[in-house]
């Protein structure tokens, strides 16, 4: 389930970065927000890059979050952050999705 929440993230980064950002959809935004709610704590700290050990010239791309004092991928997350996150993310969904529609 992270894998497939790590990508959309990623995604939704990237979309910020488009000349068609609309705030209002930012799901990232959203999430964080809630995110803050439960980890007031931690916050989002965007994508990273770093080499693929399968090609010296490939990059792999993770989503990663910020507890004050360290830089995490969310693979690496806290178990009750793995419990409360994908919770916060189908919100988001569900609820930016339906306004959407």
Known sequence: MLEVTNRYLIGWEQRRKSPQYNRSSDYLAHLETLYKKVFPE??????EYQPSNDSPTELNTYFTINDGSRTYDIVEM????QAIFPMLYEIVRLVLGKKRN
């Open 42 to 47: 931690r916050s989002f700290n965007g994508v």
């Open 78 to 81: 806290s178990a009750g952050e």
